[in-house]
């Protein structure tokens, strides 16, 4: 296994969670003229005011410099804040299809809430604390999150180490998938920690990782595996054992749920491939960018209807980091999407629900990162535009 030059804090960032996806805001209405003026005293009918026209296929959300989630509007411009507290903000979901919000809180360095709230900033309801890593939220409202350690519910119950699923009607909690413990000091267990359901809302994509204790090392991305907990059933499999590779460092669903995209976020080598498709019913592996190309990073893929949208890049040959937009169609057609690669480092990235356009990180001075959003296009239609600058965390698209 050959780990590429890159930060593993990106890794991580990548692994926690799945783009939640907005729809695209409907085109602005066109002013209405004034009416023709009679030879009369009455004042001439006054004229409709253009609406502002939108940067932005939908809102967007984001951890913000003061570690709270604030909106910012189509506009591109105007943001307000969705949830403000005391402690920091590390990771939210949106739900697929509501306006309701999961995310964690830490303080401490490692004590960690998970919360859940409307979009509009009412209803919040603490549900855990503890050691909590990863959540997700199901098409019902309920929020699932996995449970390291020391975790108790609202109510000071003490909830085991696994996957716990906590209704939208308050509830108590229920235990999806137990962890497991750990052997002997050299055998260890495994913790589970859920990304996103996938597009029917049947199944719970795990990320599967080394358990060696409370008191024991975590691991590395590769020692990390993928799972899947079926809702019908109640029942969990393996997918990918722990450090088994290819190794699925980006997992992202198919578009038809019967498969998983797998990038290796630049941070990956040989023998896993920059990207490659996981079949479920079957377990069968499909290279879509092979070893040893010349692009050998692969980072944010996401499938549409007209194929699997994915930023590349080359690692020998990053004199001036740059990254290319392709697009892999069905019949393995590549595309590129614009007419040159985007210079510059990148930290995350964000694909608009119709393929128009995307969110891209890249990093500034220190902490900070600039939020850009660039329209795609072979012939360079559209100009890009800065949003945000600063210690910005995650983005994801809002709900309509």
């Keep these: 296994m050959t780990i590429l030059r890159s930060a593993m804090a990106l890794v991580i960032t990548l692994t926690l969670a799945l783009v939640a996806c907005g729809q695209p805001s409907s085109p602005s209405a066109p002013a209405t003229p004034a009416a023709s003026a009679e030879p009369t005293t009455a004042p001439a009918a006054p004229t409709d005011t253009p609406e502002a026209v939108g940067v932005l ?46 995310y964690l809180t830490i303080a401490d ?16 309801t603490e549900l855990a604390r503890g050691v909590i890593r990863g959540v997700s939220i199901a098409d019902d409202g309920s929020v699932q999150a996995g449970m390291l350690f020391d975790t108790t519910d609202a109510t000071g119950g003490a909830l085991r180490p696994g996957v716990w699923s906590f209704p939208a009607d308050g509830s108590d909690p229920m235990l999806l998938v137990a962890a497991s413990d750990p052997l002997s000091d050299t055998t260890p267990g495994t913790h589970y920690q859920p990304l996103a359901w996938s597009p029917d809302a049947s199944q719970l994509l795990l990320r599967s990782t080394m358990n060696m204790g409370a008191d024991g090392p ?9 799972a899947l907990y079926d809702a019908g059933s109640g029942q969990t499999r393996d997918l990918l054992p722990l450090g088994v590779e290819p190794l699925c460092v980006v997992p992202v669903w198919g578009r038809d749920g019967t498969s ?14 920059p990207l490659w498709r996981l079949e479920l019913a079957r377990g069968e592996q499909q290279t879509l960018i092979p070893t040893g190309e010349s692009v050998d990073q692969a980072l944010s893929p996401r499938e549409l209807a007209d194929g699997i949208y994915v930023l590349v890049a080359e690692s020998a040959a990053e004199i001036v980091p740059q990254f290319m937009p392709q697009r892999l169609a069905p019949d393995s057609t590549v ?66």
């Design 109 to 124: 360095g490692i004590d960690t809430t998970l919360i859940r709230m409307s979009a509009d900033g009412s209803g919040r």
């Design 260 to 273: 998983v995209l797998c990038a290796n976020g630049a941070a990956i080598g040989p023998p896993t491939p």
């Design 218 to 226: 975590s691991g590395d991305i590769g020692a990390t595996g993928l």
């Design 57 to 102: 296929p939908a809102a967007l959300l984001f951890i913000s410099d003061e570690n709270d989630i604030a909106r910012l509007e189509v506009d591109g411009t105007t943001s307000v804040t969705v949830a403000d507290e005391q402690a920091l903000i590390i990771d939210f979901v949106v739900a697929p299809t509501s306006d309701v919000l999961a």
């Design 335 to 400: 595309t590129a999407l614009l007419p040159r690669p985007i210079e510059g480092s990148y930290d995350g990235a964000l694909w608009a629900p119709d393929g128009s356009g995307m969110i891209i990180g890249q990093p500034a001075s220190g902490a900070n990162r600039t939020i850009i959003w660039q329209p795609l296009g072979i012939n360079g239609e559209g100009e890009s535009v800065e949003l945000l600058s600063g210690s910005i965390g995650k983005f994801a698209w809002a709900n309509p």
